[in-house]
C-alpha cells in the first residue's frame, strides 16, 4: 500500500506542516542569518523574528510575553524549574513531561471518572500556601478539556501561579489567562522543534541568561519560529473546529453502535482527539490491525520495558485495566473527512467482529 493511500488520524501525535508553515521556513532560510548578531544581516533576521513573536501572539490573542523555545516540553520545563513559588502541584492526568519537570515532591490531585480535576482537593491544597499549579487544557490521550478558567480564579485568589499545558489546544480554542502557558508548533501545523512559554508576568519566572531577554539560552530558531506563526496566523485548526466536532460525533455513534466505550464521555471534550475502548482485543492488537490496513492511530497505553502496561492517565481516571488495556486514540486534522471516518469505523467493526468470532 503506499503511503498515499494511507489514513491518518494520530494528529495529536503530530501534524502534517501545513502549506503556508512550510512556505514561510523555506523563505526564512533564504535570508538566514543570526538575530542575535549585531551586524546588519542579524539586525535584519532580529527585526523579522520580533515580527514573528508578534504574529504568535497576536494568533494566540496573548497580550503579554512570549518566550519562544524548542517547544512545550522546554517551555514546561522552565516554568515548572523557575517559577517563583515554593511549592509544586499538578494533576495526575498530566502528559510525562510535566509530570516529571514538576517533580517527585509534587502535590498530586485527584480527578473525577471523567479526568476533571477535583477543584475541592484544589482548594485544600492551596490552603496550606502559594504554589505553582500545573494542570493542563486539553489531555492529550482523551481529549478532555479542564475547567480552566475556574481552576484559574481559585489558583489567582490563593495568590498561587497557574502552569497550563496548552499543546494540544493552542491554534484550535481560545486560551485561558493563566500565568504560563506552554505551546508546541508541531501539534497546530508548524514545524517541529519549535514552541512557546507564554508569560503573564515576567516577574514571577526566576531568569537564567542568554537569549530571550535572559529566560532561555541557545541560539534562536529563526525559520522555524517563522513557520510557526505562519501556522497560527492560517488559522486552519480553528477554521476546521466546527466540521471536526460533526465528524467525531458520526465516529463516536458507529463506535457505540458497534460495543465500544467512549472514554471520558461526560466531559467537555476537544473535536480533535477521541479515546475509544474495545473490549476484549488488546491495543497492542488493533494498532497493528490498523496499520496493516493502512490507518495511523496511538494506542491509549504505553510500552514500558518491551510490555504494554495501562495508560496513567486512564489509571487516574480510575478506568479498569482490561478496558485500559483496549484503548485507542483517534485524532483528527484540518483535513479529515467523513470517507476517513468510514474507512476507520469499517475497519474497527471488522477487528471487532473478528475476534469475537474467533473467541466462539
Known amino acids: 500500500m503506499s503511503s498515499a493511500e494511507r489514513l491518518y488520524l494520530d494528529h495529536a501525535a503530530t501534524t502534517p506542516i501545513l502549506p503556508e508553515a512550510r512556505a514561510a521556513v523555506a523563505a526564512a532560510m533564504e535570508h538566514w542569518a543570526n538575530p542575535s548578531s549585531p551586524h546588519a544581516d542579524g539586525r535584519a533576521a532580529r527585526a523579522a523574528f520580533e515580527g514573528a513573536r508578534r504574529s504568535i501572539a497576536d494568533a494566540l490573542a496573548w497580550r503579554h510575553d512570549v518566550i519562544l523555545t524548542s517547544g512545550a516540553s522546554e517551555a514546561v520545563q522552565i516554568a515548572a524549574a523557575r ?13 510525562d513531561v510535566v509530570i516529571a519537570a514538576m517533580g517527585e515532591q509534587a502535590t498530586m490531585l485527584p480527578v473525577d471518572g471523567n479526568g476533571l480535576i477535583d477543584v475541592a482537593a484544589l482548594r485544600a491544597e492551596l490552603v496550606k500556601g502559594p504554589a505553582l499549579v500545573a494542570i493542563q487544557l486539553v489531555n492529550n490521550e482523551t481529549g478532555v478539556v479542564q475547567p480552566i478558567e475556574h481552576i484559574q480564579e481559585v489558583v489567582r485568589e490563593a495568590g498561587a501561579l497557574l502552569l497550563a499545558d496548552c499543546a494540544q489546544g493552542a491554534g484550535k480554542t481560545a486560551l485561558p489567562e493563566a500565568d504560563f ?53 492560517s488559522h486552519t485548526f480553528a477554521d476546521a473546529l466546527p466540521r471536526l466536532v460533526l465528524l467525531r460525533a458520526m465516529l463516536e455513534q458507529e463506535i457505540r453502535s458497534a460495543g465500544g466505550i467512549v472514554i471520558g464521555s461526560e466531559a467537555p471534550r476537544i473535536a480533535t482527539i477521541g479515546a475509544y475502548a474495545m473490549p476484549g482485543v488488546a491495543s497492542a492488537s488493533q494498532l497493528v490491525q490498523l496499520d496493516l490496513a493502512g490507518i495511523s492511530v496511538s494506542a491509549g497505553s504505553a510500552c514500558s520495558s518491551g510490555s504494554m502496561k495501562p495508560s496513567r492517565v486512564l ?20 483535513t479529515t473527512s467523513e470517507a476517513d471516518i468510514e474507512r476507520f469505523t469499517t475497519e474497527w467493526r471488522r477487528i471487532g467482529s473478528l475476534a469475537k468470532a474467533e473467541a466462539a
Open 83 to 95: 517559577a517563583r513559588a515554593e511549592r509544586r502541584i499538578v494533576g495526575p492526568t498530566e502528559h
Open 315 to 334: 489509571a487516574a481516571m480510575g478506568i479498569p485495566e482490561n478496558i485500559a488495556g483496549s484503548v485507542i486514540r483517534v485524532s483528527f486534522g484540518p
Open 181 to 233: 502557558i506552554a505551546v508546541s508548533a508541531h501539534k497546530l501545523g508548524g514545524p517541529p522543534g519549535v514552541g512557546a512559554l507564554l508569560v503573564r508576568d515576567l516577574a514571577t519566572l526566576q531568569p537564567s541568561g542568554g537569549q530571550e531577554r535572559g529566560y532561555r539560552r541557545g541560539t534562536e530558531n529563526w525559520p522555524a519560529v517563522a513557520g510557526m506563526a505562519a501556522a497560527l496566523s
